[in-house]
């Protein structure tokens, strides 16, 4: 989906399985990172320094904000929830002029800082975090919250300021990580079987038409693949075999192309 004010070609980094929405406003791109499996809701607004991990959701109506001098980082499975303002700058709202339209001399004395959500943390609808504030791991906040100081690590906080309310299940959520990526492991296992049973099958014709040296070639990464499957299910047999089939073939691509 085309953006409206932004191209993905001029952020900073950009991985796979990235969708922003169509009215996400970025104002400077070139220092947005973004990793693989994030989804940006629309109508959120960035105007700071942003690093997004994999497997983040920034929910409709966000704010992150401070300027280009500012940090947030949003680490693994961090979310945030609608309408939430992640405030990396703050003018202090005592002394000089806080709007940007005036020379430095004459502003108001900001703090301009960083917010960093580790993995696992969540910020609750319609809730402000302020400059210098880290969630650490597993660190929640309920709706309608004030953030000024760190979270400490698998707590649910909530209120006027923040305060720590109960403990989170930890092991329940490493658990659910766990399953989840042992799952997507296993998805990938079945393609890249699938490609092996391709490779072999192309290799037994190489070998029974005698097309020198295309069996050497599709046989590698035949090796490779099943050398990576057996490391997942720690079968070194299988491994060790793969292994020194794969020493083999690469000799024999070396003596093809270099006579060594």
């Known amino acids: ?108 004395n900001s703090e301009i800082g960083s917010i960093i959500l580790k993995e696992h943390t969540i910020v609750g609808s319609n809730s402000t975090v302020l400059p210098n504030v880290t969630f650490n791991t597993g660190a929640t906040v309920g709706a309608n919250s004030l953030i000024k100081e760190d979270l400490e690590e698998w707590t649910l906080n909530v209120g006027i300021p923040s305060r720590k309310i109960k403990n989170r299940n930890k092991a329940e959520v490493i658990k659910a990580e766990k399953d989840f990526f042992k799952e997507e492991s296993s998805k990938n296992e079945k393609i890249l079987k ?45 491994k060790w075999v793969n292994l020194i089939f794969l020493l083999i073939y690469s000799y024999g691509i070396a003596l093809y192309f270099f006579g060594v």
């Open 1 to 108: 989906m085309e953006n409206l004010f932004f191209d993905k070609k001029d952020l900073k980094k950009c991985g796979s399985n990235v969708i922003i929405g169509k009215t996400v406003r970025i104002r400077y791109p070139h220092l947005v990172e973004i990793g693989d499996n994030v989804i940006i809701d629309d109508f959120t607004y960035i105007s700071t320094s942003l690093k997004i991990h994999s497997y983040v959701h920034i929910s409709s109506g966000c704010k992150l904000i401070g300027g280009p001098d500012s940090y947030v980082e949003m680490q693994n499975f961090s979310t945030l929830s609608p309408n939430v303002v992640l405030s990396a700058g703050s003018d202090d709202y005592l002394s000089g002029i806080a709007t940007p339209l005036v020379d430095k001399k004459y502003k108001a």
């Open 194 to 238: 699938n490609i092996a049973l391709m490779l072999g099958i192309l290799s037994a014709i190489a070998i029974i038409f005698d097309w020198y040296p295309l069996t050497m070639f599709l046989s590698f990464p035949f090796c490779l693949i099943w050398i990576y499957c057996a490391w997942l299910h720690t079968e070194p047999q299988l």
